[in-house]
Each structure stands twice: as structure tokens, then as C-alpha cells.
């Protein structure tokens, strides 16, 4: 068995937007992939209306196939310090042509303003490993967790794109989706993440620097987020570039073209363009751009999200536990 689904960048390519399906008669909402967490939890008819602003909502009451999770609770805080929590039903999940009957939906009860201010996402499906999972007093399989056995082989591909439609596979690595060869990494899933280690870095076409870098592919942050030597190393080679305490990162003038990023995956190299790095501009007089490449200092480890993941087509191999990114 084997899925697709098409996920949609927001404005800036902030995050990622994905349809699925859930309850009977199926409830169709829109949220977040997110492989640095394991839960999946969305909007419910159990908020209060004030902190529901334009979200769609999951209204179990409405559904013939849902059963609350009896005791069940969940809390779940993100990196950037936004939070939700509620409790727990088992309802039918689908997503794409892919169905879980007894998945475990997380109700919310309760999300922060971050959330509430987000009105085109309607809740977050952790693509993550089980361990991570929030539900108390027994955590709780994620979606992939509870199809995979089921599929043709245990892993699901992210190609996401700058400004334009990409898609989640399961199940299988469609060939037509990448070109060259698949740099393979293993993954250390000890912390419940896609965690691997870089070997080193390029800055535009300058010598590849031997420096570990180890961290996550993280489709739910935005931004790449490594060491602060790394980050300095880069802003160093752009004209005016600065870090910008206001701005809470490096800003630099939004023309020319910033060099390219280059990161090893094992043996072979993952290119950020130039183009990529400049993120979004700062000013409305789109002088100064903010930085697609900031310090990850204070989380412990470096985050791979989208700036890193759309410029390839990543494989999240479960199966053989690796990590395979290639060029597209
Ligand atoms: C409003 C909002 C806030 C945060 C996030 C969010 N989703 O994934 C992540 C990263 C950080 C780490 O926690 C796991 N992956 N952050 C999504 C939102 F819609």
C-alpha cells in the first residue's frame, strides 16, 4: 500500500499546510506536517470560541466512529514556546488515500494565541517517533507509526517547494521526484527525532570545512538553525550583512544574491541557493532581507526545516532508519 498528498506553502513558505480527513462522515482539515513532533492534535468543538479564529474545527459529537480515550490528556510546547493542550479521542484518519481507522486524535481544550493567530492551520500531525508522543498516561502511535507496516516499504518522502505545491509520499520513493543520486545518512531517533550529523559546510563556491554539525530535519520549523561559528562564517561572506538583536537574527541588503549554502549529507552535498537564504524582507521598502540561516544557539542541536528541506526530496526511511536527501 502507498499514498500521496500535496502540501502547500503559506506566505514566505512560513510552514506547510496538508489536507486530511477525520470521523465519519469524514471531516476535512488543513494542518501542519510536522516531523520534530508526535502528536497529532487539531482545533475541536472544545475551545473556547475566543480562541478560535478562522480554524476549522473536529467536532467528535459529529462523528459516528469517534470514541473518547477514557482518562486521556495531552500537552505539547514547540520551540518557539507556543503551547496547546486537551484530551484524547479514537476516530478514522485519513490522508490521501491512506486510512487509519483507530487513530488517536488529540482534542484541543486549549491552544496559545500563536495558534490562534495562525488561521489557515487547523492543528499539527507529528511525523516524529512515538517515544515524543504527549498523551498521558499512555502515549499514543502516530499516523505513519500506525500505517507503516502496511506499506510497501516503512518510510514517507517530503518535497516541499518554495512558493508552490509539493507533496508528502508513503510508502514508496517516486524517482520522477529527484534527480542524481540519494545521499544516505543514519539516523539516531534516541530523542524522538530524524536526528543525524552533517559532516561540514561550503560557503557559496568556496572550500567544503570539516565541522559536525548534528541535528533534525524538521519540516514543522521554517528556518535552518545551526551553530553560531557556522552562521558567522556564512554572514561573513555578504556585504553589510549584521545580526540584528531587534530583528532577533542576521539581516543583510536583499540584493545582490547572497552566496549559496552548502551542507554534506554522508558523502555527498545538499545545496541551499543564494535565493533561499534571503527569507523575507524586514522593511516594506524590501531593502534588508531576514536571514533563511540563523543561529540554533540555546536548542541543544541544529534544525534542518524547510529552508534546508525544500530545496531537496527528503526520504524519512523508518524501515533501514536513515535519512536520504537529494537534489530535484
Ligand atoms: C503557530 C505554530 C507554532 C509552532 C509550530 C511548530 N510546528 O513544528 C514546530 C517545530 C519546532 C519543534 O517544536 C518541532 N517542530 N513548530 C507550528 C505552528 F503553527
Known amino acids: 500500500d502507498f499514498g500521496s498528498v500535496s502540501t502547500d506553502p503559506e506566505k514566505h513558505d512560513v510552514e506547510y499546510l496538508t489536507p486530511i480527513s477525520i470521523g465519519t462522515p469524514p471531516q476535512d482539515l488543513i494542518v501542519d506536517f510536522d516531523t520534530g513532533s508526535s502528536d497529532l492534535w487539531v482545533f475541536s468543538t472544545e475551545m473556547a470560541a475566543s480562541d478560535i479564529k478562522g480554524q476549522t474545527v473536529y467536532d467528535p459529537s459529529n462523528s459516528s466512529t469517534s470514541q473518547i480515550l477514557q482518562g486521556s490528556t495531552w500537552e505539547i510546547t514547540y520551540g518557539d514556546g507556543s503551547s496547546s493542550s486537551g484530551d484524547v479521542y479514537i476516530d478514522t484518519v485519513t490522508i490521501g488515500n491512506l486510512t487509519v481507522p483507530n487513530q488517536a486524535v488529540e482534542a484541543a481544550k486549549k491552544v496559545s494565541s500563536e495558534f490562534t493567530e495562525d488561521p489557515n492551520n487547523d492543528g499539527l500531525l507529528g511525523l516524529g517517533f512515538t517515544s515524543i508522543n504527549t498523551v498521558q498516561p499512555t502515549p499514543q502511535n502516530t499516523f505513519f507509526d500506525n500505517i507503516k507496516e502496511s506499506l510497501d516499504a516503512r518510510l514517507f518522502t517530503a518535497d516541499l517547494k518554495h512558493g508552490a505545491p509539493g507533496s508528502y509520499n508513503f510508502g514508496y520513493i517516486d524517482p520522477a521526484a529527484y534527480i542524481g543520486n540519494i545521499s544516505w545518512t543514519p539516523v539516531d531517533n534516541s530523542q524522538g527525532f530524524w536526528g543525524f550529523t552533517s559532516p561540514g559546510y561550503a560557503v557559496g563556491t568556496g572550500a567544503f570545512r570539516n565541522h559536525s554539525m548534528t541535528g533534525i530535519a524538521d519540516t514543522g520549523t521554517t528556518l535552518l538553525l545551526l551553530p553560531k561559528s557556522v552562521v558567522s562564517a556564512y554572514y561573513k561572506e555578504i556585504q553589510g550583512a549584521e545580526y540584528?538583536?531587534?530583528?532577533?537574527?542576521?539581516?543583510?541588503?536583499?540584493?545582490?544574491?547572497?552566496?549559496?549554502?552548502?551542507?554534506?549529507?554522508?558523502?555527498?552535498?545538499?545545496?541551499?541557493?543564494?535565493?533561499?537564504?534571503?527569507?523575507?524582507?524586514?522593511?516594506?521598502?524590501?531593502?534588508?532581507?531576514?536571514?533563511?540561516?540563523?543561529?540554533?544557539?540555546?536548542?541543544?542541536?541544529?534544525?534542518?526545516?524547510?529552508v534546508a528541506l525544500k530545496t531537496s526530496f527528503v526520504v524519512f526511511d523508518a524501515g533501514g532508519l536513515q535519512l536520504g536527501w537529494a537534489a530535484k
Open 244 to 306: 540584528d538583536s531587534d530583528q532577533g537574527g542576521y539581516v543583510f541588503p536583499c540584493s545582490p544574491t547572497p552566496p549559496d549554502f552548502v551542507f554534506g549529507v554522508n558523502n555527498g552535498i545538499v545545496t541551499v541557493p543564494g535565493d533561499m537564504v534571503s527569507y523575507a524582507p524586514v522593511d516594506t521598502a524590501n531593502q534588508n532581507c531576514f536571514g533563511g540561516i540563523q543561529r540554533d544557539t540555546g536548542i541543544g542541536f541544529s534544525i534542518f526545516g524547510d
